[in-house]
């Protein structure tokens, strides 16, 4: 178990309804990373975490959007009330230390709200 | 945050050496280049970063003229499984990577 892992891949919800997606960064990686993809797109920024402080938040596009990570370790984004423009794959990555380029993505969860 | 311009695609048979070059006009001295590599259905993978000149690794190089506004990452002797869309990213203690929208690279059998 090596790499960055993400759950669920795919979620599938109805406009309105809360969603929460799952990440669980490398072992020991201290620096936690959300980001949204749409399609076609590259990755766009959302959220960082060092340990358990989340120390910027200016990427979240709206404040339905919330991430915690309250052990240093696990970290959940949550969506609230999901509008139809939140449809994307959401990337979480981690890296070793602060203030390193070379971060460790996940998989993505893909996102549809319909 | 230095803005990057990279060609939208490229195409390229297999075995060749493949040059994909990123301008950034605006590159702070203190600035990191660093490119990242995504397939389908994947997160971006760390290439290869520098400041300056060459550096080289495993998988590429990246070749940074004096002025530093721009850079080429250099892929030797593609094979098919280079197919991906390839980042060029500024980047200065800053956590934020700011992705474009990336060169998407297709090897021709």
């Known amino acids: 178990g090596a790499g960055v892992s993400q759950s669920p891949r795919y979620k599938v919800a109805k406009r309105g309804q809360d969603v929460a997606l799952r990440c669980d960064p490398i072992s020991g990686h201290v620096s936690l990373f959300w980001y949204q993809q749409a399609l076609g797109q590259g990755p766009e920024f959302l959220t960082y975490f060092q340990n358990e402080a989340q120390l910027d938040k200016s990427g979240l596009p709206s404040d339905r959007f919330f991430a915690e990570r309250p052990e240093g370790s696990v970290s959940t984004l949550k969506i609230q009330r999901t509008q139809q423009e939140d449809s994307a794959v959401y990337l979480c990555?981690?890296?070793?230390?602060?203030?390193?380029?070379?971060?460790?993505f996940g998989p993505g969860t893909r996102l549809t709200v319909t | 945050l230095a803005k990057t311009t990279q060609p939208i695609s490229m195409d390229s048979y297999e075995g060749q050496e493949v040059n994909i070059t990123c301008s950034h006009n605006n590159i702070a001295t203190n600035d990191y280049i660093t490119w990242y590599q995504q397939f389908p259905s994947q997160g971006p993978r760390f290439i290869i970063q520098?400041?300056?000149t060459k550096v080289t690794n495993e998988v590429a190089s990246l070749f940074i003229p004096a002025d530093r506004k721009s850079s080429t990452l250099s892929l030797p002797r593609v094979s098919l499984s280079d197919t991906a869309v390839y980042y060029c990213l500024v980047v200065f203690g800053n956590e934020k990577l700011t992705f474009g929208t990336g060169t998407r690279l297709t090897i021709i059998p």
């Open positions: 520098g400041y300056k």
């Open positions: 990555a981690s890296s070793l230390e602060r203030a390193t380029y070379e971060q460790y």
